[in-house]
């Protein structure tokens, strides 16, 4: 009997497919431009707008009188000079009663009529709209006369929760289209869902649609919030007294027909920045993600 050995099995060389090649004259991707390309512009923009800041707090810190571009020797005279004689801890205590409040108020009220724009249909809803769209061309200084002839008739002339309701009102269209748009986002079978588990519609809304609501009540929270903190009109106008100004207010006071004190002026720039810096820092994640998701109709 014979036997035969097989040849062993050699593998097959692997094709390799040759790289292709850049036709002559192709531009490069954009994921192929060098980096120089790219952070030289990003470089001079971040320093054209960082110059500005840099300006403010050489005045703030630098001594009066000096003309040196560096602060030093380090001063805060200009920060306790507007803090303690201009009052500015007051006007910074009145500026953060009149944002939180109006945060609060434009908040809970946005929340209710964005809710009914987003979940109910009747008869003037697009009409409704239209006006909310059309309020934003209004001016705010349009707004004053009858406003203040309003707070006079109802005594709340020199009062903070004239400039808390007129900055309410005004932020409030706004704010409801953002939040309805937003509420449109979320299935409405999840309510119907809680609705079956035995929910009414409050229960519902308060457990499942509330909590996905986060990033777009912190966006118009925010929105609100600094735009009380920067607004100057309403509480000029509203308010006489001076132990109840706002910080816009207190420092317009500090710039006279005579002389402007520039180490104060700017130390009090910076004292009125500050809060609105850290509170972008904290929530420009949620922000971003609450105005881009209540921009559109999902």
Aim: with cysteine; aromatic share 14%.
């Amino acid at each position: 009997m014979s036997t035969t050995k097989e040849a062993p099995v050699v593998p097959a060389p692997r094709r390799t497919r040759p790289e292709p090649q850049r036709p002559a004259g192709r531009h490069r991707g954009w994921d192929e431009v060098p980096r120089w390309q790219i952070y030289l512009p990003l470089s001079v923009y971040l320093v054209f707008t960082l110059i500005p800041f840099y300006w403010i707090l050489l005045f703030a810190l630098r001594p009066a009188g000096s003309t040196s571009l560096v602060p030093w020797p380090m001063t805060f005279d200009h920060f306790e000079k507007v803090w303690t004689e201009r009052e500015f801890g007051t006007y910074f205590q009145n500026s953060v009663l009149v944002g939180l409040a109006t945060l609060v108020l434009t908040t809970i009220v946005a929340l209710a009529g964005g809710y009914a724009l987003a979940r109910f249909d009747f008869k003037v809803k697009r009409g409704f709209m239209l006006a909310l769209l059309c309020s934003q061309f209004v001016p705010g200084a349009l707004l004053l006369v009858p406003l203040f002839e309003i707070f006079a008739e109802l005594r709340m002339i020199n009062s903070l929760g004239s400039v808390i309701l007129a900055e309410t009102v005004f932020q409030l269209p706004l704010s409801m289209i953002l939040i309805s748009n937003f509420i449109k986002n979320v299935p409405y079978s999840l309510e119907e869902a809680a609705w079956v588990d035995g929910c009414n519609r409050f229960t519902a809304f308060r457990v499942i649609v509330l909590p996905l609501l986060r990033p777009g009540l912190i966006a118009v929270g925010s929105f609100a919030f600094v735009h009380s903190w920067n607004h100057f009109l309403f509480a000029l106008m509203f308010l006489n007294n001076q132990a109840k100004q706002t910080i816009p207010v207190g420092l317009n006071t500090l710039m006279s027909a005579d002389s402007v004190d520039l180490g104060a002026l700017a130390a009090g720039g910076i004292i009125a920045a500050v809060p609105v810096v850290l509170v972008f820092a904290f929530i420009q994640k949620w922000l971003i993600t609450g105005f881009s998701a209540g921009a559109v109709k999902g």
